[in-house]
């Protein structure tokens, strides 16, 4: 029983997990569509900063905010300087986030060393739920995960401002010609994703080592997540997409080598994907 309930728990929360850290690319590529290669150096970024900041004093809490804010302002100076002139050339952006990668990937390496980096964490101990005890501080960040993507699905479904972004995204030109500042509503997006990327990487720091490649694993499992529960699907997709690729991987792993388990989820994924091509929650 006590196997069970710990695997049940392990396996919601690296799901949760997941969710945060594959959030913000969400945001980008199913609301815009720029396949935002840069995403984990943004992750990245906002674990530097994170560690940067604790290390001067300053509370975990404003550190993080402060960190995600920071990643924000970066992704806005991005998109305005070059993201905006290529919306309409996919590739195009593939190409010129990428590089944003490889350049954010160097300034790290330049500005904060090679060496592995560890932001101590602010809650320690686990939670008593009775029959078992769950770690505290992955139980936190789960649940503002969950709260992150709830609040964000009820602006984009039930305000004002989430109607004026669905219209873009359905039609872009239809919604210029009605008034919408289409271009305005690009750039909120691509900071508003590049924020969450940030807060993603300040409050996953403490649970990894921070070195200037530990967006790699997430960027590549991000995608997957994406793509799996359906772009565009900001709330169902991303859970659904984060089960698959990280919590049927806990699963898999109690019954054969972890290299084995990953190997098998990604088959899993490309096995949904030629069935639903679209992804799970997406019409083919």
């Not at 565009?232 to 388990?261: K, R």
Request: charge should be positive; proline fraction near 2%.
């Amino acid at each position: 029983m006590d196997t069970l309930i710990s695997v049940i728990t392990d396996t919601v929360l690296i799901t949760l997990v997941l969710a945060l850290a594959a959030f913000g690319l969400a945001i980008i590529y199913g609301l815009i569509g720029v396949i935002n290669m840069g995403h984990g150096a943004m992750l990245t970024l906002g674990a530097y900063f994170t560690w940067s900041l604790t290390r001067h004093g300053m509370p975990f809490v404003a550190s993080v905010l402060l960190s995600a804010s920071a990643v924000g302002t970066v992704g806005l100076v991005f998109e305005h300087l070059i993201i905006r002139h290529f919306y309409n050339r996919p590739f195009d952006t593939l190409l010129l986030t990428w590089a944003f990668f490889l350049v954010a990937t160097e300034v790290i390496k330049i500005v904060f060393g090679t060496d592995f980096r560890n932001v101590a964490r602010p809650i320690e101990g686990a939670i008593d739920i009775g029959i078992y005890r769950i770690p505290a501080y992955r139980t936190i960040v789960g649940g503002l995960s969950i709260l992150l993507i709830l609040s964000t699905a009820f602006i984009l479904y039930k305000t004002s401002l989430g109607i004026k972004i669905r219209a873009m995204v359905q039609n872009r030109e239809m919604a210029g010609l009605l008034g919408l500042n289409v271009a305005f509503m690009y750039k909120c997006v691509f900071g508003f994703g590049s924020f969450i990327a940030g807060l993603a990487g300040g409050l996953i720091a403490p649970m990894y080592s921070v070195d200037p490649y530990m967006g790699n694993t997430f960027l590549v499992r991000s995608f997957f997540v994406v793509i799996v529960g359906g772009i565009g699907q900001v709330l169902a997709g991303t859970l659904f997409g984060s089960f698959t690729i990280g919590g049927l991987e806990t699963v898999l792993a109690l019954f054969s080598d972890q290299v084995i388990a990953q190997i098998a989820v990604f088959f899993i994924a490309v096995v949904l994907l030629r069935f639903r091509p679209q992804g799970v929650f997406t019409g083919r």
